[in-house]
């Protein structure tokens, strides 16, 4: 299992009066959280740590099409994230910022979804009668399925791996009369504002401590890193998203366009963000050196995919340029579901490992061009383009990628994450 963690010094969390906050990522992949503070000098990433959470699930019910996750894991994984923080500091601890995977959903019955449980540093808590979390992947909602769908009261449309839809999916199949069950659904409120209080200590943060109501992980990464409203925000991890601030005032359709590749979400203080929200980043890399890994066994050597992916990303930044054209779109995209991956201007010359990782890197990014081309950055009057994202951060070929397609400066941060910007959102929130 991965690690990282990082810290400075000696962390001002200990400095009596001086306000400290946890955020909190559950990703898709891996579990991040960070501490926080407030100084004079603003705000201070005073440590972090991320695990990932290896919590894929098979499951017999979500067949081919289906993706599920494990929510033990992805408790455990949390769990060892804060276990890693020292004691004193999370003792100091006086607000929770929570965010995550935007679109899934996770069942779990009343009163019984949570148990707790002493340790030697104080409580645990652990999954009780929940269901698997099905995740934003879950493709078991086609394309006739969802326009049998009633249609949102809303600017965005529906998507398999919407939690909505899929409750949809499951009244379906499981033979009930079909009716939304609306009691499911959280009250909505204000970003920053406080859901309740922690009902026990936990790894040394207080009984007590507040926690804020569930944030989305997109607007999280944004709000961590844009200062300037002519700033763009590039994101690739697992999915892959580029969004740009709507004017002051703007106020999406009332109805939504399905065919459109541009969604607006809502971000902080009324305002939205267009945003080309691919479902098409990290994971394509990730299904690429799978199958390559997979290929190598079949011939009969054993290989890390760890190595694979160092060795691919060389061959390609050895190769500046290629004539291979791949669309990578192996998971499709919500305004084109049935559009899936493919491989134009073959030639004997360009089938290198190069070649082909070169081709991919490009095609992801230029996938996103499609959807939000650069000419519409500018008209937005956008002046830098803020990368992040861990895909993105690790990938040299992708960088250069962006660099060629997207003629705007770029600034990539390290510390650009959605737990750090659940954090701030607490932080400036009082």
Avoid at 96 to 125: E, L, R
Avoid at 238 to 261: H, I, K, N, R, Y
Avoid at 394 to 399: A, C, F, M, Q, Y
Wanted: aromatic share 6%.
């Amino acid at each position: 299992m991965m690690a990282d963690n990082q810290a400075i010094g000696l962390s001002p969390c200990a400095t009596p009066g001086t306000l400290c906050v946890l955020g909190i990522d559950l990703g898709t992949t891996s579990v991040k959280a960070a501490l926080v503070i407030e100084t004079e000098q603003g705000q201070i990433v005073a440590q972090s740590c991320s695990r990932e959470t290896q919590a894929q699930a098979d499951s017999l019910a979500a067949g081919a099409q289906g993706m599920e996750q494990d929510v033990q894991r992805i408790i455990k994984a949390l769990n060892e994230c804060l276990a890693a923080f020292p004691r004193e500091h999370l003792q100091r601890v006086s607000r929770i910022g929570i965010s995550g995977q935007m679109h899934g959903v996770v069942f779990w019955k009343t009163n019984q979804g949570c148990k707790w449980a002493k340790s030697g540093t104080g409580h645990t808590f652990q999954p009780g009668e929940v269901s698997h979390l099905i995740t934003w992947q879950d493709g078991r909602c086609s394309s006739s399925f969802l326009s049998s769908l009633p249609q949102p009261q809303s600017h965005l449309s529906l998507a398999t791996g919407f939690g909505c839809t899929t409750i949809y999916w499951y009244l379906k199949n499981s033979l009930r009369e079909s009716g939304f069950p609306l009691d499911l659904l959280p009250e909505v409120g204000d970003p920053g504002d406080i859901a309740g209080r922690m009902s026990h200590d936990w790894h040394g943060i207080p009984k007590g401590t507040e926690v804020g109501i569930a944030l989305g992980d997109f607007q999280c990464s944004v709000y961590s890193c844009m200062t300037e409203r002519t700033d763009a925000v590039l994101n690739i991890s697992t999915s892959a998203q580029l969004t740009v601030p709507m004017p002051l005032g703007f106020q999406p359709p009332e109805t939504p366009d399905s065919l459109s590749a541009v969604a607006y979400f809502p971000y902080f203080d009324g305002n939205y963000l267009a945003v080309a929200a691919s479902l098409n980043g990290g994971n394509v890399l990730a299904t690429f050196v799978d199958m390559l890994a997979r290929w190598m066994a079949e011939l009969g050597y054993e290989v890390l995919e760890s190595n694979v992916y160092t060795q691919m990303i060389n061959a390609a930044l050895a190769q500046n340029d290629t004539r291979l054209s791949i669309c990578p779109t192996v998971f499709g995209e919500r305004h084109m579901p049935e559009q899936l991956a493919s491989v134009t201007s073959i030639t004997a010359s360009d089938l290198s490992l190069g070649h082909v990782t070169r081709a991919l890197c490009h095609g992801i990014i230029q996938n996103l061009h499609s959807m939000l081309p650069f000419q519409h950055l500018k008209e937005a009057g956008v002046k830098r383009i803020l990368g992040s994202g861990s895909a993105l951060s690790k990938n040299e070929v992708l960088k250069q990628e962006v660099e060629k397609i997207f003629p705007f400066p770029v600034i990539y941060g390290k510390d650009v994450d959605a737990a750090v910007g659940a954090a701030m959102v607490m932080l400036h929130r009082r």
